[in-house]
């Protein structure tokens, strides 16, 4: 009997059980001994009936004690059954955790036991179990397909299918993982798995972070000694690296069977594994696309340890309705099992199915009328000329022959593509080439930093990448996925270099020889791809941790254009400067002329005022989009404008700002620059743009009522005004320790809460991230935003900062923009960050400022600056016990506006307990 004594095992889910053999390794009437983790036992001593059974298999060198969370959070279940609520939800499940033979604390049998022999060997003990449905199975490494070898012969049993990182297939073209070669290497494979304990040792290292020294120890307990590895050799040693390998016929059976398997099914993936990566991940979603996937950035290969799987798996059981019935799911479940929000109002559920125009109506629509013949997109050369434009005929012309070569090399409905384009003609042209193939466009620009930039990309799992040189490089370097095609044409030496296939210059070629005629448009599919087809993945500016895909269908993308032209009055013949990539985008999709100035798009403070006046003089501008940071640097370069930069600026009609707060005086300033213009100041965020709405007009008077507090409600932050057209807006009030823990819309006035938004723009799901799309649609069909805010008494909504970023001060929680916005004010402050240091519910809230001119060094603030700060903050009523001066704010990249609040925090904490201050 085996002696359980490890962290997290109750030693009552140890048991061993003789099972006979029906496997070809094995002699007629040979009994195995398997050594096991199950609670069912300990369930039914207590007199609970579990809802179903995982069917828990680990991989190589692991062992049962890798799935010790589940088996307690499945015990725990039934300790919540009891309770005095009875709730039917709180059924606990049968956790089966297998030691496969030769593995674990499993009988070693002296045999080497194939893939098949192992799904016949699961076989035999389940049968020997009596197990019956509803059984869903759980699998990790190698232990994943066995499992799914497992629930394609015994589907009349099962419920769902539960995956961490593993393979059923090698891609085409692609080696086996390194590490994996080197395991197999004649060399090495002997000393490696068996003789030595180094196979063991590499895999419990990937363990991110490191794993505890008591659970090594338990992970090695089953191997000590060469005598009880062979079973790890042996495991290596039947990796199909090829077509010709004995158990590769096994392997694509299970890989090809997964394709017609319907149950519900959920992927938890460690992106940062070296063996099972990404495109792995890929390949399975190919054979299971209704499978609910989540990446758990930063976990790797063990993910289970890195990362607590127990919930979420026990999360999505929930969802499949097996706690309240112990029938299995109907055949369809995989749909219901997505967790889709509901709709906010009849009204949406109407839309869905309905015909809408597609983005590039517009853009199709003036490119056949009388207006064809004028400029539809234009970029801008540093000299303040025009170097590149083309008509709206022309634009639709191109966009129709580089449809047809990319659909020549397999560029269609579903197909991901990586666009690493500067905003232009070229990024014009590609994007609505593949939306109109049915495409999804993958927007992750160079703003996230080479490293977030990466990691968005593998995330993805592009089918093709489009870029220019450096992205092109950046891809061969990081091995990033997706078939290559460059911009432009590069020599034949270049292209071998960095794997490109060809280029958009050549795939224009290809497509005028397939369209019938030079404005043939038969490239274009006959239908449009369906309005809930998804259409984008854009990625958010990662400045509250990772960026996030963001998915978005056609209809989406629709309805965020249709909401910017009734919210803004944006309407066919516009001319727009689009200094913010996505309204670069998005101008042909209103009918607007649109023009890039000469700046690096990825970093807006580059923006200069004689720019934009040659931006919006080449076009006579009517419409500006800059973010803040531009138009601060804008503001102190206008020096430099000539009379004639003056006068373009002059005549611009409306000026937008977002991405961050915008202070009033800022805008102020630029209303002297732009007379005639009404300013604006959409809110929204990658998820739902725009939220709301107000002009500069509306800010002023939203502050004399909230100075004269004759509006209820107002102040304590940023005006963002009304919601906009087809928006609705709530928030669920915040508790003493700062979350949002409701689901029950308010729109009082004064109360402090989570910003909750519903929208028919609103994102359709976060790519591959399950758990957190699950939490934004907590509430039933609203988007919870992850803004903190209120609403006065007139409903403008203010925005008081990041519900991330609340202050837990002892008796209060305060949050940041309000004190920020009242430092600012300061003339010796030019950005302000409020944050909270140590522990939560006694937080200290300290003011970090950026000062004016810059000081040389950070630290703590000059006394006299100190009391001025504290000063500020305490009419905005915030008392700040710590006032610290930093030379800039760390901001993310993207907008060079959105200060890094949480780094900040950190680097206080440091300084506060005497530290180096170095730089935050």
Known sequence: MVTADWPGVDPEWSREIDVPSTSAADKPGAVRTWHLLDNGPQLARRGLVPAGTLLCVHGNPTWSFLWRSLLAAGSDAGSAATSDTGSAAGRPWRVVAVDQLDMGFSERTGTFRRLADRINDLADLTAALGLDGPVVTVGHDWGGVISLGWALAHQEQLAG??????????????PIPAALRLALHPA????GTTTSDAFLRVTHALARPPLAAEVRRAFMAPYRGAGRRTGVGNF?????ADASHPSFPALNDVAEGLRGLSVPALMLW????????????KDLLGRLPHAQVHRFEGAGHLVAEDRDIAAPVFEWLAGLGLAESSAL??????????????????????????????????????????????TAVAEMAADGQVTRSLTWLELEQNIARLAAGLRDIGVG??????????????????LYACLRLGAVVVVADAGLGTRGLSRAVKGATPDFLIGIDKALTAASVLGWPGRRIS?????????????????????????IRTCKGPTSDSSVPDAAPAPDAPAAVLFTSGSTGPAKGVLYTHRQLAAMRDTLAATLGIRPGARLVAGFAPFALLGPALGAVSVTPAMDVTAPRTLTARALADAAASIDATVVFASPAALRNVLASAGSLSPAGHEALERVELLLSAGAPVPEPLLAEMQRLMPRASLHTPYGMTEALPVTDISLEQIRAARADADARTMPGAGNGVCVGLPVHGARVAVIPLAEDGTAPGDCPVKAPGVTGEILVSAPHVKEAYDRLWLTQRES???????????????????????EGRLAHVVTAPGSVVTPVGAEQAIEHLDDVGLAAVVGVGPAGTQAVVAVVETVPAVRRAGPAAPHLAGRVRDAARLAGVSVSAVLAVPAQPTDIRHNAKIDRTRLARWASRVLAGGRPGTP
């Open 161 to 174: 299918v539960v995956l961490t990182n593993t393979a059923v297939h090698q891609p085409a073209g692609s």
């Open 188 to 191: 090495v494979h002997r000393w």
């Open 236 to 240: 290596v040693a039947d990796i199909p």
């Open 270 to 281: 460690g992106p940062a594994d070296p063996i099972f990566s990404d495109r792995y991940l």
């Open 329 to 374: 799911p109907p055949k369809d479940a995989a749909a219901a099992a997505a967790g889709a929000p509901e709709p906010a109002d009849h009204a949406a559920t109407e839309q869905a199915g309905t015909a809408v125009p597609p983005l590039w109506a517009p853009l199709t629509g003036l490119a056949a009328g009388a207006d064809g013949g004028g």
């Open 413 to 430: 409905p579903q197909k991901r593509v990586s666009l690493m384009v500067p905003p232009g003609v070229d990024l014009t042209v590609v």
């Open 487 to 511: 911009v432009r044409e590069l020599p034949a030496a270049r292209r071998r270099l960095l794997g490109v296939e060809t280029s958009l210059t050549a795939l224009a070629r290809q497509g």
């Open 777 to 799: 649609v907590r509430t039933a069909g609203w988007h919870r935003t992850g803004d903190v805010g209120h609403f006065d008494a007139a409903g403008r909504l203010w925005v």
